[in-house]
């Protein structure tokens, strides 16, 4: 079992910025995929950026510019930057990682804009 461990959300004022870690601990087969995905009651869960075991980097196009998604060299914490938030930005992130054997998903952290 995997346990992904998420800090850094909160409430954020329009313009500001914040934060997000993720660990993750537990028995890893290959790690193939880090990164953050968001959700509002009501729509399907998003992809906000992943980072790949190759350091590829993908990006929403609605985070690009803003947001910046990054790991430590031991592969088993990631981060994402996200500046000039915005109200739209208001969502439940969740921490995901791939391996070979199954994806993991974090508890989620609610991140909150306010205009």
């Known amino acids: 079992q995997v346990q992904l461990v998420e800090s850094g959300g909160g409430l954020v004022q329009a313009g500001g910025s914040l934060r997000l870690s993720c660990a993750a601990s537990?028995?890893?087969?290959?790690?193939?995929?880090m990164g953050w995905y968001r959700q509002v009651p009501g729509k399907q869960r998003e992809l906000v950026a992943t980072i790949t075991r190759g350091t590829r980097i993908n990006y929403a196009d609605s985070v690009k510019g803003r947001f910046t998604i990054s790991r430590d060299s031991a592969e088993n914490t990631v981060y994402l930057q996200m500046n000039s938030l915005k109200p739209e930005d208001t969502a439940v992130y969740y921490c995901?990682?791939?391996?070979?054997?199954?994806?993991?998903w974090g508890q989620g952290t609610q991140v909150t804009v306010s205009s």
């Open positions: 995901y990682l791939d391996d070979d054997f199954r994806n993991y």
């Open positions: 537990g028995t890893i087969f290959r790690l193939n995929v």
